[in-house]
C-alpha cells in the first residue's frame, strides 16, 4: 500500500480514525475465471453454486467419474461453468503403488527414518499414500494428465498441493533422487544440520521441478489450458512440518496463478505471542493471506480459498461459521482486489450445512462474482511497516523434524502485535528481492536472519543498496546452526549473514561474541521488565557486537546486543537476540512498537496505530475493529452474516470481532423503490422501472436465496416468482416496518432453471 501522510475519521464509524488506502483493480485472467471450486464428487444441483470454474478432484486414471459426471452436466444444459482438473499430485490413489509403478511403487512412497510410510487417508481398500515425485512418478503423473487433457473438456489444471513433510526423506526413491542430485552419496538428515538442510531444499527441488516440468508439457501439447498451483503459506507448513518453495514455483514460467489455501481449520492453533499460546485466527488469516502475493509475479492470478466447514469433528456448528467469517473479512485486507473466491468441497461446506448458513454462503458469494467491476478502499494504520518471509524457514529444522529458533514465534510475534495495532504487515518475499524498486513501498523491513537465510548475495546487495539509498533496515538473528553449514555462500567468505549485511551497506561494525548470562536487558540505558529477561537458551546464542561509530539500544552489561548506524541516507538496526523473544512476554511485543518508533525517528508519519481494520469493495465493506467501536448512524447496512440480513442503523461493532455489511444509504435516501441486494447469482440484467423491478437468480436446490427491497414508501403490489419451466417458486416474506423494507426467501426448483423475480409496487 502506498503511505499517507494525513490520518481521517473512517466514514463507518463516529469514533476511529486511520489512513485511507485506495485499492486496484485486479487483472481478470483471459478466461474470465474469478471464482472457482472443487469438488471430488459427480455433479448434484444442490450445491453447484455456479462459480466460473469447476475443478474436478482426481488422483489417478481411473478416478475421473466425477468429472465426467460434470461434464455431462455441462452439455445437457448448455452450462457456460469452466471445466478444470485438480491432480492430487502429492498423494497416489493405489494406482501407481499397486498397479502402474510395479516392484518400486513403495520405493516412492514418503518415508519415516523408522520405515513407516507417510500416509493422508484410505479410499476403499487402498491406502492414500504421499508420494516422493521421483522420475517415474512424474512421468506417470504426465499419463494421468494425458487422459484427461486428450477429452478436450479440461480448460484449467491445479496441481493440489505439491508437498514433502519434514520427517519424511528416507526412501529409497527419495535417496536415489539424492545421489542424481548432489553427486555423492545419500546422507540421513538427522546426522547434521547440513544433511538437514540439504534434505529440505532437495524436498522443495524435487516438487518445484515436476510442477515445471509438468507444467511446461501441458502449455506444449495443450497450449489453452490454464495451470494454477494450489499452496499453503509458509508459516502454516512450518506449523505442519513441510519444506515449503513459494518462490521456486513462483519462477516457473508455465504456470499462469496459485490458490492460497488459508482453511478454517489451519487459522485456529495456538501460536506463540506475548508469552502465551495463544489462538488469533483473524491474525493468522490476515497474515496468510498478505504472504502469498509477494511471492508472485504480477501477472499471476491469484485465488484466496476460505473454508465454510471444517475437518474437525469436535467443534460446533456457530464455531465453523465464525472461523469461515473470519477468513472472509480477512481475504479482503488485500493491497489490490482479490482475484476470486475459493470454496472447497461443497457437499461438505456447502449442501451439508443448514439452508440458513447456505443463504449466507450466497450472500458471501455473490460479492466475489461482482469483485471484477468493484473500486474501493482500505483502512488502517501506517503502511509502509513489515517483515521478510523467505522459504528457508522451513529448510532450517531441527532434529526432531520440526523448525528450529520457533519460526512461528518469529512471524506471529510481528504480525499479531501489528494487527493489533490495525496495522497491515507489508510482507517481502526475501527470497525474491532483485530490485530496490521492490521495496519502494517500505518504510521500515524487519529481516530474521536466523529462523530465515538469504538464498544468494544478490539479496544482501539490494537490501544494503535499498538502506544506503534511505531505508530503514531492522536485522535480527542469533547465532545457530545454520549459521555455519559448510554449502552456505557466507561462510565460503568466512563472514555471517549479518556481518556481510553490514559490510555491504559500509557499517563498521562485527559481531564481538556469541553467548551472555541469561539477564535482563536494558534499553537506551534503563532496565526493562523482568518479563523481558533472556531465557538461558536463547542467551548462549545471542550475538553481541562492536563497531565505530553505532548507537546502542540495547544492552546486557557492558555488552551491546542491539544498536542503530547510519549507512547512507539510511538507517540501519541490528540485534543479536533471538528474534522469537519478540513472542516471549506482553512487554517484549509491546518493547518491539518503540523499536519500530526508533526505526522511523524522523519519519514524517513514523509508527501511527488506528481503531480498526476496513475493507470496502464498491458496496461491500468487511470490518475488524481492535476496540468497542461505534458504527455511523448516517449509514444503513444489510448484516450479510445474518441470514435474515437484518438491516444497521447505528449500533456498535464489538472488540475482536468481524463484520460484513452491505452498505445501502445511497439507495435508501434516495426514496425509490429498489431491490437492495439479492444473493446468489444474478444470471441476468435487472430489469427496472418506476414502480417495478425484475431480476433472475440461479442458485443450488433445496437452499434460498435472501433479496432485500425497499418499498420508498409504497406498498408491494405483487411478487411473483417464476422458473424458467413455469413452475412457481417458494417466497417466504419478512418485514422490517422500521426499515420500511421487505425480505424475500426464494427457493429455486432446480438449479438449471433460474427463477425469474418480477416485485410490483402500487402507483
Not at 522459504?391 to 520440526?402: E, F, L, R, V, Y
Not at 455511523?632 to 460484513?660: C, H, R, S, V
Not at 434460498?704 to 417466504?732: H, P, R, T
Request: aromatic share 12%; with cysteine; net charge negative.
Amino acid at each position: 500500500m502506498s503511505c499517507q501522510t494525513k490520518k481521517i475519521t473512517i466514514p463507518y464509524f463516529t469514533n476511529a480514525d486511520g489512513f485511507c488506502y485506495p485499492l486496484t483493480n485486479f487483472r481478470v485472467p483471459e478466461n474470465g475465471v474469478v471464482t472457482l471450486y472443487q469438488c471430488n464428487a459427480g455433479y448434484n444441483p444442490v450445491y453447484d453454486v455456479h462459480t466460473d470454474c469447476m475443478l474436478a478432484y482426481v488422483y489417478g486414471i481411473n478416478n475421473g467419474g466425477a468429472l465426467d459426471s460434470w461434464v455431462k452436466h455441462k452439455h445437457t444444459y448448455n452450462d457456460n461453468t469452466v471445466i478444470g482438473l485438480m491432480v492430487a499430485i502429492n498423494r497416489d490413489s493405489g494406482e501407481y503403488v499397486e498397479e502402474y509403478a510395479g516392484e518400486r511403487g513403495l520405493m516412492d512412497v514418503q518415508t519415516r527414518a523408522d520405515g513407516t510410510f507417510r500416509q493422508h487417508s484410505t479410499m476403499g481398500p487402498h491406502n492414500i499414500y504421499y508420494m516422493v515425485p521421483t522420475e517415474p512418478y512424474v512421468e506417470y503423473k504426465w499419463k494421468v494428465l494425458q487422459h484427461f487433457l486428450d477429452t478436450g473438456h479440461v480448460k484449467v489444471v491445479t496441481f493440489e498441493e505439491p508437498e514433502l513433510w519434514n520427517d519424511a526423506g528416507y526412501s529409497k526413491g527419495f535417496q536415489e533422487e539424492w545421489e542424481k542430485f548432489y553427486g555423492f552419496a545419500y546422507q540421513r538428515q538427522e546426522e547434521s544440520a547440513i544433511a538437514r538442510y540439504r534434505s529440505q531444499y532437495l524436498k522443495a527441488y524435487l516438487f518445484y521441478d515436476a510442477v515445471r516440468k509438468l507444467a511446461q508439457r501441458v502449455k506444449a501439447n495443450y497450449p489453452d489450458v490454464q495451470v494454477i498451483l494450489p499452496t499453503h503459506s509458509i508459516d502454516d507448513y512450518c506449523a505442519h512440518g513441510i519444506a515449503t518453495n513459494l518462490s521456486m514455483f513462483a519462477s516457473v514460467d508455465e504456470v499462469d496463478g496459485f490458490i492460497g489455501q488459508t482453511w478454517s481449520d489451519g487459522v485456529v492453533r495456538p501460536l506463540p505471542f506475548a508469552g502465551e499460546e495463544c489462538e488469533n485466527p483473524f491474525a493468522t488469516a490476515v497474515t496468510q493471506y498478505r504472504s502469498y502475493r509477494p511471492f508472485l509475479k504480477p501477472e499471476h492470478a491469484l485465488y484466496l480459498l476460505q473454508d465454510p466447514a471444517s475437518d474437525n469433528p469436535d467443534i460446533t456448528q456457530p464455531e465453523k461459521e465464525e472461523r469461515w467469517k473470519k477468513t472472509v473479512v480477512a481475504s479482503m485486507m488485500q493491497d489490490d482486489s482479490v482475484v476470486s473466491q475459493f470454496t472447497i468441497w461443497p457437499q461438505r461446506a456447502f449442501s451439508a450445512a443448514s439452508r440458513d448458513y447456505r443463504s449466507i454462503q450466497l450472500n458471501v458469494y455473490k460479492m466475489y462474482y461482482d469483485l471484477p467491476k468493484l473500486k474501493g478502499n482500505i483502512y488502517a494504520g501506517s503502511a509502509g511497516i513489515g517483515f521478510a518471509l523467505s522459504d528457508t524457514a522451513s529448510w532450517c529444522i531441527g532434529k526432531n523434524h520440526q523448525v528450529t529458533e520457533k519460526n512461528l514465534a518469529t512471524i506471529f510475534g510481528i504480525s499479531m502485535q501489528l494487527i493489533e495495532d490495525c496495522i497491515l504487515p507489508d510482507i517481502i518475499a526475501l527470497d525474491m528481492l532483485t530490485d530496490v524498486k521492490q521495496l519502494s513501498h517500505m518504510r521500515v523491513l524487519l529481516v530474521s536472519y536466523d529462523a530465515m537465510k538469504p538464498l544468494n548475495e544478490q539479496i544482501q546487495q539490494v537490501l544494503a543498496d535499498w538502506v544506503k539509498q534511505g531505508g530503514r533496515l531492522l536485522v535480527v538473528g542469533c547465532d545457530d546452526d545454520y549459521t555455519h553449514v559448510e554449502d552456505a555462500w557466507w561462510v565460503k567468505k568466512g563472514t555471517t549473514p549479518v556481518e556481510d549485511l553490514l559490510a555491504r551497506a559500509g557499517v563498521n561494525a562485527k559481531r564481538n561474541s556469541v553467548g551472555v548470562d541469561s539477564v535482563v536487558p536494558a534499553s537506551n540505558g534503563k532496565a526493562m521488565a523482568d518479563s523481558c529477561a533472556i531465557p538461558a537458551d536463547y542467551a548462549k546464542r545471542t550475538v553481541t557486537y562492536v563497531g565505530e561509530e553505532i548507537t546502542p539500544f540495547i544492552t546486557a552489561g557492558e555488552n551491546v546486543l542491539g544498536f542503530t548506524a547510519k549507512a547512507g541516507d539510511g538507517l540501519i538496526g541490528v540485534l543479536g537476540l533471538p528474534s522469537a523473544y519478540f513472542a516471549l512476554s506482553r512487554e517484549t511485543a509491546d518493547w518491539l512498537r518503540e523499536l519500530w518508533k526508533l526505526m522511523l525517528e524522523g519519519d514524517a508519519e513514523g509508527y501511527v496505530a488506528a481503531d480498526t481494520l476496513a475493507a470496502v469493495r464498491g458496496g461491500y465493506v468487511a470490518l475488524w475493529g481492535s476496540k468497542d467501536l461505534a458504527l455511523n448512524p448516517d449509514k444503513i447496512y444489510l448484516d450479510l452474516f445474518d441470514y435474515e440480513m437484518k438491516p444497521l442503523q447505528g449500533g456498535t461493532l464489538a472488540k475482536g470481532l468481524t463484520a460484513f455489511y452491505y452498505d445501502v444509504t445511497d439507495a435508501v435516501q434516495a426514496g425509490k423503490p429498489a431491490l437492495l441486494f439479492t444473493g446468489g447469482v444474478e444470471t441476468s440484467d435487472r430489469v427496472v422501472t418506476e414502480n417495478s423491478v425484475q431480476f433472475t437468480i440461479a442458485h443450488p436446490s433445496e437452499s434460498y436465496s435472501s433479496s432485500m427491497l425497499f418499498n420508498g414508501g409504497k406498498k408491494i403490489a405483487s411478487i411473483k416468482a417464476v422458473s424458467e419451466s413455469g413452475v412457481e417458486a417458494n417466497v417466504v416474506q419478512k418485514a422490517y416496518e422500521a426499515q420500511d423494507m421487505l425480505l424475500l426467501k426464494i427457493d429455486a426448483i432446480h438449479v438449471n432453471d433460474p427463477v425469474t423475480v418480477t416485485v410490483t409496487w402500487e402507483d
